[in-house]
T-cell receptor
Framework: AQTVTQSQPEMSVQEAETVTLSCTYD???????LFWYKQPPSRQMILVIRQEAYKQQNATENRFSVNFQKAAKSFSLKISDSQLGDAAMYFC????????????????FGKGTKLSVIP | SQTIHQWPATLVQPVGSPLSLECTVE??????LYWYRQAAGRGLQLLFYSVGIGQISSEVPQNLSASRPQDRQFILSSKKLLLSDSGFYLCAWTPDPEIRPNYGYTFGSGTRLTVV
């Protein structure tokens, strides 16, 4: 079974600075997808960024970017120019590819990293 | 555009009472639907998923059940709530993964359930 590990339960960053959240995963599949979700205090889950495993280029969405290291099974999230609105729980998630079978279409989540932004 | 609705937003129920949480999706057809529970503000536990009407897969044995009476409707139920059922429940949908495997999930706004 796939597992997703977020080793940092809590992190903090100064406003306008850069922070990196770590995520590692365990899988025997070659085709899969990785996601970062943000959960602010409202508890609404918001998709931040996604990465296809077959793509070597790291995904970028405005101030958010990932460092995808397939061989190391690592998928970290970098937030640049941190803003107060970035304070939230961040969840890393894994999804198997279509060859994995229907049951693997489910997302497997890490336990989350609580990010605080210091003004 | 697609939207997902989940209700109620907040619920306080006594132990032993029944439960019914509803989730509906608009603007798409044949979605995959999911129920997750988040306890103590951390970690999401998959409870049920459905790939079609009447098709329910359970991931965790418990006193909860799920049903999908219509293509875009997903219901989480219990006949008798336990204290341990308290938590934050999230519904989510995704398009057919064989068509759009990289889509990820879109979540509803959640239901905060407190069993007293």
């Amino acid at each position: 079974a796939q597992t997703v590990t977020q080793s940092q339960p809590e992190m903090s960053v100064q406003e306008a600075e850069t922070v990196t959240l770590s995520c590692t995963y365990d899988t025997s599949e070659s085709d899969y997808y990785l996601f970062w979700y943000k959960q602010p205090p409202s508890r609404q889950m918001i998709l931040v960024i996604r990465q296809e495993a077959y793509k070597q280029q790291n995904a970028t969405e405005n101030r958010f970017s990932v460092n995808f290291q397939k061989a190391a099974k690592s998928f970290s999230l970098k937030i640049s120019d941190s803003q107060l609105g970035d304070a939230a729980m961040y969840f890393c998630a894994y999804r198997g590819g279509i060859d994995s079978g229907a049951g693997s279409y489910q997302l497997t989540f890490g336990k989350g990293t609580k990010l605080s932004v210091i003004p | 555009s697609q939207t997902i609705h989940q209700w109620p937003a907040t619920l306080v129920q006594p132990v032993g009472s029944p439960l019914s949480l509803e989730c509906t999706v608009e603007g798409t057809s044949n979605p995959n639907l999911y129920w997750y529970r988040q306890a103590a503000g951390r970690g999401l536990q998959l409870l049920f998923y459905s790939v079609g009407i009447g098709q329910i897969s359970s991931e965790v044995p418990q006193n909860l059940s799920a049903s999908r009476p219509q293509d875009r409707q997903f219901i989480l139920s219990s006949k008798k709530l336990l204290l341990s059922d308290s938590g934050f429940y999230l519904c989510a949908w995704t398009p057919d993964p064989e068509i759009r495997p990289n889509y990820g999930y879109t979540f509803g706004s959640g239901t905060r359930l407190t069993v007293v």
